[in-house]
């Protein structure tokens, strides 16, 4: 604390004492300028509160700037909320003050800076780079110098140079990554700021990092830049902790248990304790037993920390130039940083200043599915489980350790977890069968959506009963785990097991906040409450509780869009009829007067390579057995004319085996080989479906984007049907309802561009390469005889469309593949 007259000139120090005078001594936030020498030159009122606290108008602020809060009660201290207020604005380069109601006294959160003046990208420089008899041509003798790389390339810069919101649609063959990766790389090395790249595949990070990232370093490295360190930040639960591996060593024994002994011996020789080092593919229930989890790892406390392979890997990244990363870890990140954490703090990620974002088209699913709370009854077994297991006549966990180590009593314990895991387990019998019939519910639904005979004040009256009584006996371990924590001296122990309790303690707290959210849902329309049925790995039926936000727009808004300078998003997929509003709306962009949108046409000779095929005598794929016959001699059909080298595009299981187990030994005849999504890995599944080209794959979902089989492996795509979601999931039918509250219409608004959207993703599986050539074949006639059909054909590259008779497509489809198309 200091005196205010040192900062604070006389004639500023009034105006702020009789402003705060005026608002009846309450709390008054004014933002101010400083002089050269640190002193105030001008001071503005700009919010007022009550007596403990006043809201921060972040959008009047800006660099340099300071802004000075008073404390009613002249004790100058900053409260939690004042830190955490000044942590943020702190990356923003605003400076955070309290005084006391008289102006007498200051104490300073944090000093104010003005950034220094960044260097601006040379864009000519980079962009001779890929010209012709440019740097990548010199490295890349078959490179081909494209325009629309070039294009992207200047909107990347621009979105550094000027602190934009870039959204760039690059068509397949674009060459994006190395239109952004190069101003990215050129960007850390002059001004020293961290930029992450987040992908929704495995995929395209293995391209960025195997392929593009060391064409960039030589790229640099040839013009006299320096070396550019890139790294793969990973979830933690890739990572062994050896913290953990002990404990179950100890607890379990080696004896019998082989896997663990391997994981163990693996352990005392690995470098980097990633899971996709270990020689053997681990059985995932072991894993989970031993990988790095946040609830079990006591950080700064832990014994093992100096070697612990997860801060290796967080202090790699830490001096990286450029982390990539996927979609759900960024998430993960910013919605702590959103909680108060701040730009400049390492949360998940070490802090960054600039953000691309590829596969953009999967923003608004992978934020969702984050910003989305839920338990279910294996959560609370794992929690229980911390804290007291017992194994072979011993007992482990934290509530036996502390027993021992610091003498604590705990009594009572064992009947209150033995209570909680009663009470989940009457909750998840007890709702079980309101789920006999569909797979999931949402609350808060019309009565007419639940199924069979059940009533929604029957489901209510059992759901509220029940999570009560669970939630009771939560609070009640809550109660005794808080009262013994408070009696253990925190700050001077070095014990973890004490920093093990406090974690228990609040996520138990947390499963107690969402079943009273879940038993108060009515009062949040913001957010979906729903309820679905799941199998455990042992075949078990559970419910799992889920709280969604109807809209992510506004929480990416206030965690991403307002954060950082400058974001690049793109994707081969982000407009439906050429306009991107539909996206901008779901993510949070519609209005936001920093965003640039850029489209950018695949290279691709899309009318001459690749015929776009509707068989215009397909039934109604809502016929049922009618359409899934006539579907299965005809996917036979063409995989006969083709000998393979297909794809076939499923959006249900239940088709896609029906499909696959007409056509496999008919194909097992032929010679040509089978492979069904689902019966291997996803990543052992494709590559085999690349090594062996004459192989046909069935897939449905996931399959649909991020798969790459150039060549050979794949001529002939066939897409199922459109890709609709299914009306009854709870996250759709609510945002269908909150689009239609509105006045608004949710097939067009919502369902439809999803479909496109998708229905462009599993076309683009297609064409990978120039020379790619083929046949994508849509079986679903309502692209040709419903009027919104055009916005699916409309959406697509500009394949040559043909809609005949089964018999007339067969010719054509033969054509294609076996004439010479340049003929
Ligand atoms: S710091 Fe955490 S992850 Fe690392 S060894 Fe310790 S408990 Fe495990």
Avoid at 196 to 210: G, P
Avoid at 595 to 622: H, I, T
Wanted: include cysteine; charged fraction near 25%.
């Amino acid at each position: 604390m200091v005196s205010a007259d040192s900062r604070i000139p006389q004639h500023i120090a009034h105006l702020m004492r009789e402003t705060v005078s005026q608002a009846r001594n309450r709390e008054v936030l004014f933002v101010c300028t400083q002089d050269e020498e640190g002193m105030l030159a001008s001071a503005r009122a700009v919010a007022r509160g009550n007596d403990g606290m006043v809201p921060a108008p972040e959008p009047h602020m800006r660099e340099g700037q300071v802004i000075v809060h008073n404390h009613p009660s002249g004790t100058l201290n900053p409260s939690d909320a004042d830190v955490s207020v000044a942590a943020r604005l702190a990356s923003q380069g605003i400076g955070s003050w309290i005084v006391d109601n008289s102006v007498r006294n200051l104490y300073i959160i944090t000093e104010a800076y003005e950034a220094p003046k960044k260097t601006e990208l040379d864009l000519q420089r980079l962009a001779d780079m890929l010209l012709p008899g440019g740097g990548l041509s010199r490295l890349q003798p078959d490179f081909e110098p494209r325009d629309p790389q070039l294009e992207m390339l200047e909107e990347v810069v621009k979105a550094f140079n000027e602190n934009l919101i870039v959204v760039s649609e690059a068509g397949t063959g674009v060459g994006k990554s190395l239109a952004y990766l190069i101003p990215a790389a050129a960007w850390v090395l002059q001004n020293r700021e961290r930029v992450v790249i987040s992908t929704a595949t495995i995929n395209l990070q293995q391209q960025i990092l195997e392929k593009d990232i060391p064409t960039v370093r030589r790229l640099f490295k040839d013009s006299g830049g320096d070396e550019i360190k890139v790294v793969l930040a990973k979830g933690r639960n890739q990572y062994l902790c050896q913290s953990r591996l002990q404990e179950l060593i100890e607890e379990e024994g080696l004896f019998g248990e082989e896997q663990l002994d391997e994981i163990r011996r693996w352990a005392e020789v690995t470098e980097t304790g990633d899971r996709s080092d270990l020689p053997f593919n681990p059985d995932p229930s072991l894993w989970a037993r031993v990988n790095s989890d946040a609830d079990a790892c006591s950080e700064l406390r832990c014994s093992r920390r100096g070697s612990c392979f997860l801060q290796k890997a967080r202090k790699a990244a830490a001096s990286a130039h450029i982390v990539v990363t996927n979609h759900h870890l960024l998430f993960a990140d910013l919605a702590i940083r959103k909680e108060g954490f701040g730009q400049d703090a390492t949360v998940i990620l070490p802090a960054f200043q600039r953000l691309i974002i590829d596969e953009a088209h999967n923003v608004e699913g992978a934020a969702t599915s984050y910003f989305s709370e839920e338990f279910n009854r294996f959560t609370l077994h794992k929690y229980a489980n911390m804290l007291l297991r017992q194994r072979r006549s011993r007992a482990g966990g934290i509530i036996p350790s502390l027993r021992k180590s610091a003498g604590v009593r705990f009594e009572g314990a064992e009947a209150l977890l033995q209570s909680m895991r009663s009470r989940v387990q009457e909750l998840d019998d007890a709702l079980l069968p309101f789920l006999d019939q569909q797979n999931s519910l949402r609350l808060a639904a019309d009565p007419n959506e639940l199924p069979g005979n059940h009533e929604k004040s029957e489901l209510e009256t059992v759901l509220f009963e029940q999570l009560g009584r669970f939630q009771q006996s939560v609070l009640d371990t809550v109660e005794l785990l808080a009262d013994e924590f408070k009696s253990l001296d925190d700050s001077d122990s070095d014990e973890p097991r004490i920093a093990e309790l406090r974690i228990m303690i609040r996520r138990l707290e947390g499963v107690a906040k969402i079943c009273g959210d879940f038993r108060e849902y009515a009062t949040r329309p913001d957010l979906v409450y729903w309820l679905d049925r799941r199998r455990s790995s042992a075949g078990d039926r559970f419910v799992h509780f889920t709280a969604t936000p109807i809209e992510v727009g506004p929480i990416l808004q206030e965690a991403m869009f307002d954060q950082y300078e400058s974001i690049v998003l793109t994707s081969a997929t982000l407009s439906v009829n050429k306009s991107i509003q539909y996206w901008q709306r779901r993510v949070g962009l519609l209005n936001n007067d920093r965003l640039v949108f850029k489209s950018m046409e695949s290279p691709f000779d899309y009318s001459r390579r690749v015929l776009l095929g509707v068989p215009n005598d397909a039934p109604s794929p809502s016929s049922g057995e009618q359409y899934s016959s006539w579907l299965q001699g005809f996917v036979m059909r063409m995989l006969d004319i083709s000998e393979g080298h297909a794809l076939i595009l499923f959006t249900s299981y239940s088709m896609l085996t029906q499909v696959y187990e007409y056509c496999k030994p008919l194909l097992v005849q032929r010679g040509i080989t089978c492979f069904r999504q689902g019966d291997d890995d996803r990543n052992r599944l494709m590559s085999s479906f690349q090594k062996e080209v004459s192989s046909v794959l069935f897939a449905t979902h996931s399959f649909w984007e991020g798969i790459d089989a150039p060549g050979d492996a794949l001529k002939l795509l066939i897409i199922s049907r459109l890709p609709f979601r299914v009306p009854t999931e709870p996250v759709l039918l609510a945002r269908t309802d909150a689009i239609q509250s509105r006045g608004g219409n949710p097939f067009f608004e919502l369902s439809l561009p999803e479909a496109v959207m998708k229905l462009k993703q599993g076309f683009g599986r297609l064409m990978r390469r120039k020379s790619d050539r083929g046949v994508v074949l849509i079986t679903d006639n309502r692209v040709i005889t419903k009027r919104y059909g055009r916005n699916f054909i409309d959406s697509l590259p500009p394949a040559r469309l043909v809609v005949e008779s089964s018999d007339r497509l067969a010719g054509e489809v033969e054509r294609v593949l076996y004439e010479d198309m340049d003929s």
